[in-house]
Structures are given as structure tokens and as C-alpha cells.
């Protein structure tokens, strides 16, 4: 099966190893109403709580893969897995070499349902401490909202002066959710 072209119903039965009507049963009591979850009985928990754990593992794969990632572009898919589901906001940095390969790619700040503090000479120090030679920064919303606040603008601004003063370049800030990203570098913003 083609992951990437399944639909949500063939996706749920391979998720949960069921096939025929068991399968579209189970699709029918997770996804009611056009992707709602709701009126939950125990046999729909235990479905939801497998494919939460797919979720999770596929969560926990993506930290491994980023420690191999050798291009930023895939480097951002991966945290984008990784922090896309979460409740909280976390705010991720990628550290890139002079030709823009990963050095390493981690977790900087961890903040609440609607806010990280970040602090840009934490993120100065460590890319002295690797050696970058630029850096992308991403964080998530919990709330679904590709849109950038004030705060994440002025976070920015505030990003790519610091690191300029080292000479380190600021490529991209981005906002990542399960729907989408947000590149401040595509959008003008950098």
C-alpha cells in the first residue's frame, strides 16, 4: 500500500489490521461525521488508542531519522512529525554546516498549549558550540493556525540579528502543524 495516496479509510484498516466490513466499521465509529471523532464506545477508544500509538511511533522514528538527515528540506519534514500532533508549543532548531548539511537538529525550548519563551542567546551559544554556519528554526502551533503572531515576528527579527552579529545566517523560521507549514523566508518576513 501506498501510504502517501491511501485514503483515511484504507489508512485506518491498515493502521489497525482489519479488512472488510470489520474495517469500515471501524472507520465509520472513529470518523462519524466527515473526520469528527465523537460518540465514542470501547471498542472505538481501543481503535483511536491504536492509532494513536501508530502515531507515536511514527513520532519517535522521525527523532531517529533526523539524527541521519542530510538536506534541511527533509530535516523540517521530520520535525515537522515530530512536533506537528504535539499539545504544546515547541520550538526546534536545525544547525546547518557551510554547505548547508545537518549538523544536528533538536529540540530547544518546550513551552505550554499556547506559548514558548525562547531565548536568542541560548541559540547563539549553541550554534557556536557546533560550529553553524546557518540555522532554521521551527516551531509548532498547537491550535492548527499556520499564521504568525507578533511575537513570532518579532522572535525572528530578533533571531536573525543575534545570529548575524556571529555570522550566522537565519535561512527560514517555520510554523508547523498537521495541516501545513508557514516559511517566513517564503512569505518576505526574513
Request: charged content about 20%.
Amino acid at each position: 500500500m501506498d501510504i502517501q495516496t491511501a485514503t483515511d479509510r484504507q489508512l485506518v484498516a491498515f493502521a489497525l489490521g482489519l479488512s472488510g466490513s470489520a474495517a469500515n466499521e471501524a472507520y465509520e465509529q472513529l470518523f462519524p461525521k466527515q473526520g469528527t471523532l465523537f460518540a465514542m464506545d470501547s471498542s472505538t477508544e481501543d481503535h483511536l488508542a491504536r492509532l494513536k500509538a501508530a502515531l507515536e511511533i511514527d513520532r519517535r522514528r522521525a527523532q531517529i531519522e533526523l539524527t541521519n538527515a542530510n538536506d534541511p528540506k527533509g530535516a523540517v519534514a521530520l520535525v515537522q512529525r515530530i512536533i506537528g500532533p504535539q499539545e504544546y508549543e515547541s520550538f526546534w532548531c536545525i544547525y546547518l554546516d557551510s554547505q548547508h548539511r545537518v549538523i544536528t537538529a533538536e529540540e530547544a525550548f518546550r513551552g505550554t498549549v499556547g506559548q514558548t519563551s525562547v531565548y536568542p542567546r541560548e541559540l547563539v551559544k549553541r550554534a557556536l558550540q557546533v560550529n553553524a554556519s546557518s540555522l532554521i528554526v521551527a516551531h509548532n502551533h498547537p491550535s492548527g493556525g499556520l499564521i504568525p503572531s507578533r511575537a513570532d515576528e518579532l522572535l525572528t527579527k530578533s533571531l536573525k540579528n543575534a545570529l548575524g552579529s556571529i555570522d550566522v545566517r537565519l535561512l527560514d523560521h517555520f510554523i508547523l502543524c498537521n495541516t501545513g507549514s508557514y516559511s517566513f523566508a517564503k512569505h518576505g518576513l526574513l
